[in-house]
């Protein structure tokens, strides 16, 4: 039978500039496999500015820890041939790996170029603040040190439509570049205007050399990696036509299997739904709403009614395009996007995305090894192993849920009968210590249940009728099944 499906974003914004990522991912690949970890994804792949850039500041598309370029033959991660060597393995092992690619922007140009831009409004892009002048800005890449080794496309100010630094006044700001046709990309989130913007040289996607290049990328790069999947960044920013033509056409060379994975950050259902309509339901979306669920429960305590934990997400309306996370670099402390939640809910929140039917749950590295940089934050590996061995061993079958209380609220997974010993009882309390009574079946009578976690020491035994009650902890979480001699 097959296991549920369980993704690891496998890095965090600290991690250690020293170049051993991958070497670290390629020797966990048989411990994840065996914690049920099937997928994932990893930070970018490419050039950036530095040998300490994460990634999302790229710099050459085709250089992937290769060429001496931006002080650095490796990117942050490791070398190209470390990257390989990492994908193989986590291949055989069984674990697709996911390659986030970042597709809006440019940074690091190698010369600057005089063009004409008019100065736009922060707040709301389409209002024009200034009339043409010309500026001199970071849009030259030529690549010299790769000598057109894979591609010799060459970026100009022609194919960008913005960019946020004149070097000749020292000025900063939001300067839309000037050109036949040159206009902001339509069909990207709405946002100040038009969010088309976002940072660096801004990629015009209106400019068929820039699609013919950028598709040309995304085959070589799937090619070259042999990965099973992609993770696009920032695709609110990027003319989702764009978008669905990228998808199609990578697939029409990889497979229909090759997985694509959307960040859309919007936190209104309505705007991630119809932007799944516009790409013709062709990828995954993070369940950003879902997200601020957790974050907003977190952080109101026992006044928030967890009966509506679920409602107005994309796992409830889509789940069949909807990867359910808690946490990521983006939203960590500091970042972004920060929006971290709190400790005492962290392992409920990975209860409410790994013990359920619906969805594909992503595990962030920062909360499962921990943070880094100058503020540390621990690892919860021992909250939530216990979660990922119920999600590989446990929950299956049917589930009937027990929202019936703003304080307490629970679920049940029959288990399958192809998988002995499987089915979970799961409970969620934000306020007191409870217990509700809930149906496991009748089949089921005279097991008795422990509490996976270990934060309650009862054995609970089913009674004739298939029902328990089963208890938890106030501020806390507890899955009841059948023991097991040790956790993996």
Same mark, same amino acid.
């Given at each position: 039978?097959?296991?549920?499906?369980?993704?690891?974003?496998?890095?965090?914004?600290?991690?250690?500039?020293?170049?051993?990522?991958?070497?670290?991912?390629?020797?966990?690949?048989?411990?994840?496999?065996?914690?049920?970890?099937?997928?994932?994804?990893?930070?970018?792949?490419?050039?950036?500015?530095?040998?300490?850039?994460?990634?999302?500041?790229?710099?050459?598309?085709?250089?992937?820890?290769?060429?001496?370029?931006?002080?650095?033959?490796?990117?942050?991660?490791?070398?190209?041939?470390?990257?390989?060597?990492?994908?193989?393995?986590?291949?055989?092992?069984?674990?697709?790996?996911?390659?986030?690619?970042?597709?809006?922007?440019?940074?690091?140009?190698?010369?600057?170029?005089?063009?004409?831009? @008019?100065?736009?409004?922060?707040?709301?892009?389409?209002?024009?603040?200034?009339?043409?002048?010309?500026?001199?800005?970071?849009?030259?890449?030529?690549?010299?040190?790769?000598?057109?080794?894979?591609?010799?496309?060459?970026?100009?100010?022609?194919?960008?439509?913005?960019?946020?630094?004149?070097?000749?006044?020292?000025?900063?700001?939001?300067?839309?570049?000037?050109?036949?046709?040159?206009?902001?990309?339509?069909?990207?989130?709405?946002?100040?205007?038009?969010?088309?913007?976002?940072?660096?040289?801004? @990629?015009?996607?209106?400019?068929?050399?820039?699609?013919?290049?950028?598709?040309?990328?995304?085959?070589?790069?799937?090619?070259?990696?042999?990965?099973?999947?992609?993770?696009?960044?920032?695709?609110?920013?990027?003319?989702?036509?764009?978008?669905?033509?990228?998808?199609?056409?990578?697939?029409?060379?990889?497979?229909?299997?090759?997985?694509?994975?959307?960040?859309?950050?919007?936190?209104?259902?309505?705007?991630?739904?119809?932007?799944?309509?516009?790409?013709?339901?062709?990828?995954?979306?993070?369940?950003?709403?879902?997200?601020?669920?957790?974050?907003?429960?977190?952080?109101?305590?026992?006044?928030?009614?967890?009966?509506?934990?679920?409602?107005?997400?994309?796992?409830?309306?889509?789940?069949?395009?909807?990867?359910?996370?808690?946490?990521?670099?983006?939203?960590?402390?500091?970042?972004?996007?920060?929006?971290?939640?709190?400790?005492?809910?962290?392992?409920?929140?990975?209860?409410?995305?790994?013990?359920?039917?619906?969805?594909?749950?992503?595990?962030?590295?920062?909360?499962?090894?921990?943070?880094?940089?100058?503020?540390?934050?621990?690892?919860?590996?021992?909250?939530?192993?216990?979660?990922?061995?119920?999600?590989?061993?446990?929950?299956?079958?049917?589930?009937?849920?027990?929202?019936?209380?703003?304080?307490?609220?629970?679920?049940?997974?029959?288990?399958?009968?192809?998988?002995?010993?499987?089915?979970?009882?799961?409970?969620?309390?934000?306020?007191?210590?409870?217990?509700?009574?809930?149906?496991?079946?009748?089949?089921?009578?005279?097991?008795?249940?422990?509490?996976?976690?270990?934060?309650?020491?009862?054995?609970?035994?089913?009674?004739?009728?298939?029902?328990?009650?089963?208890?938890?902890?106030?501020?806390?979480?507890?899955?009841?099944?059948?023991?097991?001699?040790?956790?993996?």
């Amino acid at each position: 039978m097959r296991r549920n499906h369980t993704m690891m974003q496998f890095f965090e914004w600290h991690i250690e500039a020293d170049g051993t990522h991958w070497k670290r991912l390629q020797e966990m690949a048989p411990e994840l496999k065996r914690k049920g970890i099937d997928s994932v994804w990893i930070p970018p792949v490419t050039k950036g500015q530095s040998a300490e850039d994460t990634g999302y500041g790229v710099y050459d598309l085709y250089d992937l820890g290769e060429f001496d370029q931006k002080g650095t033959v490796r990117t942050k991660y490791g070398t190209k041939q470390e990257l390989q060597d990492m994908i193989e393995a986590l291949s055989t092992h069984g674990i697709h790996v996911y390659v986030d690619v970042v597709m809006n922007h440019k940074g690091g140009a190698d010369e600057t170029e005089q063009f004409q831009v @008019i100065e736009v409004s922060q707040e709301d892009r389409n209002e024009e603040i200034s009339e043409p002048f010309e500026i001199e800005g970071y849009t030259k890449f030529t690549f010299p040190n790769r000598k057109d080794k894979y591609s010799a496309f060459k970026w100009r100010f022609e194919h960008f439509n913005g960019i946020d630094y004149d070097v000749k006044s020292e000025k900063t700001g939001i300067f839309r570049i000037v050109g036949d046709g040159k206009e902001w990309n339509d069909h990207v989130d709405d946002e100040f205007g038009n969010y088309d913007y976002l940072m660096f040289a801004n @990629i015009d996607y209106h400019h068929p050399e820039v699609q013919k290049e950028m598709i040309q990328w995304g085959n070589w790069l799937a090619d070259t990696l042999q990965c099973s999947g992609y993770r696009l960044d920032a695709i609110k920013h990027i003319d989702y036509h764009f978008i669905k033509k990228f998808v199609d056409e990578v697939r029409k060379q990889r497979g229909e299997d090759f997985y694509f994975l959307g960040e859309f950050w919007v936190p209104e259902l309505f705007a991630c739904q119809t932007f799944l309509e516009n790409v013709e339901y062709k990828l995954q979306l993070f369940d950003v709403p879902l997200h601020y669920k957790f974050h907003e429960a977190s952080n109101a305590g026992a006044d928030f009614d967890l009966t509506t934990i679920f409602d107005d997400t994309l796992v409830q309306t889509n789940p069949e395009h909807a990867v359910t996370f808690v946490d990521n670099h983006d939203t960590q402390p500091h970042e972004a996007l920060e929006s971290w939640v709190e400790d005492w809910f962290k392992q409920s929140a990975y209860a409410l995305i790994l013990l359920r039917k619906d969805g594909h749950p992503c595990i962030f590295y920062g909360d499962y090894f921990g943070i880094g940089g100058e503020t540390p934050i621990e690892g919860k590996t021992e909250a939530i192993d216990p979660l990922l061995f119920a999600r590989f061993k446990k929950a299956y079958g049917e589930q009937e849920d027990y929202f019936d209380n703003p304080n307490l609220i629970g679920w049940v997974r029959r288990g399958l009968e192809e998988l002995e010993r499987s089915g979970c009882a799961v409970l969620i309390s934000n306020r007191d210590d409870g217990g509700k009574r809930m149906f496991v079946g009748e089949d089921r009578a005279g097991e008795v249940w422990v509490d996976l976690t270990g934060t309650r020491d009862e054995h609970i035994q089913i009674e004739e009728d298939g029902f328990a009650n089963f208890l938890v902890n106030g501020g806390s979480v507890s899955v009841w099944a059948l023991p097991e001699e040790e956790l993996f």
